[in-house]
């Protein structure tokens, strides 16, 4: 099975507090919680989120949840890559053969959406395979093991993109009407959109 990795290790200075750690509506699950569930219903087995600047916060958002493992990312600062990579040396073995990787601020993915994700990647071995509304892409992405060596050896400011132009001529785009995949949330803003109520 593909793992599931959550990034969660940036200090979240536009929202104000933690990200993993917001609930999606009152009485709600996290927004950790929720991608976590989204991923089990998809067929995604293990789960490790990525924490850094707030690691005691990212525990409490998954805490009970089974088969989840949190990793702490010593050089969050470095950027979401650096994440990435932490959480890439937490599950990588011989017989890995890709990871599928968000972001904890695009909570709203349908299970069905990874679930087309993986079946894509099943069926192409695409060394990156994610969804897109139109021209616009999102996330989940799966990065094939094709990819690894190219991902740990990018800049770290760069980030994954440097990989994904490496790759870009074949790149999986998997059309999706879920409009989870584009919803990033980053500010009070964003939040209170989400909410639909004011949330600063």
Known sequence: MIPGLI???GQSSRMG????GLAIA???PTFAAAIVATLRAAGVGEVVIVAGAHPAEVADSVRGLPGVRVVQN???PAGQ???LLAGLDAVDTPELEAVLVTLVDVPLVRPATVMALLEAWRGSRAPIVRPAIGERHGHPVIF???TFSDLRAAPL?????AVVGLWHARILNVPTADRGVLIDVDTPQDYGALRGADAS
Do not use: F, N, T, Y
């Open 7 to 9: 990034l969660a290790a």
């Open 17 to 20: 507090r933690p990200k993993a």
């Open 26 to 28: 009152d009485g709600g």
């Open 74 to 76: 010593p050089r969050w």
């Open 81 to 83: 890559l650096s994440s």
């Open 144 to 146: 094939d093991r094709v």
């Open 157 to 161: 400011e760069v980030g994954a993109k």
